[in-house]
């Protein structure tokens, strides 16, 4: 894959991060605002929703009143009453977004474009503006392999604003000073949120994933019990063995180093065929929970990506 022809978002120079950068995304959120498409019918190729998690909530019950939809009559009152009687509906009006931002040592890599780690983070912006114009709130869980940073969600500007300047800061410094001993688990991460996260929230999971392990299946479902859950994967072109490049080349993930050759179609094709069985059982996991997964590429702007 080349990206001989592709320009840097404004401001963006694919590795470290800046506040300009990231607030760019601000003006990009209107265009998933009602009546546009959601952002999510784009990531997922369908156009069937107008708003992003946008939903009803239960008022209450009433006698059934000439007019009301049919498809809203509580059965079980009715049968109780011997009367008719109708739910009502009021449509939410704000909830709780919270997003998983992964910042441990395998986002910090990219081949052709930007690293993983720079484009989950405009993906994250985007989210947090959209939220936020939304009337939603937004908070975050950032993952830095150390620790897990908790910001709680707020409505205003300062939620969004606040996970930025975080992102920036961690990104950042984890630039300068790599860590090389074992990240906590992804268990820990899916565990914070099952505890932070108020019933209802919109938990979107933006990694890359390659530590979720089958084991985290159950939490996955504990989460998706009482909320909608996202999954969106960030990927590199030469994790699956797509490259121009046909030589000899030191590739390590900071524990094992190893040569690979590039020129090798075996090489390739094993890279190409792990990937691929890493996708089938994350999106077998989301199928299974009725998760949405969508994946977006390190190797071309987001922008570009989510227009088509």
């Known amino acids: 894959m080349s990206n001989e ?20 995304y601000k003006q990009q959120a209107v265009r998933w605002l009602p009546p546009a498409k959601s952002l999510w019918a784009t990531v997922l190729g369908q156009h069937q929703s107008r708003q992003l998690g946008r939903g009803m909530d239960f008022a209450e019950v009433r006698q059934y009143q000439a007019g009301d939809d049919i ?4 059965w079980r009152v009715t049968a109780r009453t011997g009367k008719p009687h109708t739910k009502l509906f009021t449509e939410e009006k704000e909830k709780p977004v919270m997003l998983y931002i992964d910042l441990t040592r395998s986002l910090f890599f990219g081949s052709t474009y930007l690293l993983k780690s720079v484009q989950l983070a405009h993906m994250a ?15 975050a869980v950032i993952d830095t392999g150390d620790a897990l940073l908790e910001l709680r969600p707020s409505n205003r500007n300062q939620g969004p604003l606040g996970i930025i300047q975080q992102l920036i800061t ?30 209802g929230s919109e938990i979107i999971l ?5 530590r979720f392990e089958p084991q985290h299946d159950a939490l996955i479902g504990q989460l998706r019990q009482h909320n909608r859950v996202r999954m969106v994967q960030f990927w590199d072109p030469l994790e699956h063995g797509t490259t121009n490049f046909r030589g000899v ?6 524990f094992t180093t ?35 997964f969508s994946a977006i590429s390190s190797a071309s702007p987001l922008l570009q990506q989510l227009f088509g």
Not at 268 to 287: E, G, P, Y
């Open 125 to 139: 912006s985007l989210l947090a503006w959209l939220s936020l114009a939304q009337k939603d709130r937004i908070g």
């Open 258 to 292: 190893q040569w690979l050759d590039f020129a090798s179609k075996q090489t390739r094709t094993v890279l190409a065929n792990s990937f691929q069985a890493r996708q089938d059982a994350l999106k077998s996991t989301a199928l299974s929970h009725g998760v949405s």
């Open 206 to 210: 933006l990694s890359d994933f390659t």
């Open 170 to 199: 961690v990104h950042n410094q984890r630039l300068e000073q790599p860590h090389h001993q074992a990240p906590i688990s992804f268990e820990r991460a899916l565990t914070t949120l099952n505890r932070l996260c108020p019933k």
């Open 71 to 74: 498809r809203s009559i509580d």
């Open 5 to 24: 022809t592709l320009t840097l978002p404004d401001y963006a120079n694919g590795v470290t991060l800046c506040l300009e950068e990231l607030l760019a």
């Open 249 to 254: 080349e030191q590739v390590s993930d900071s």
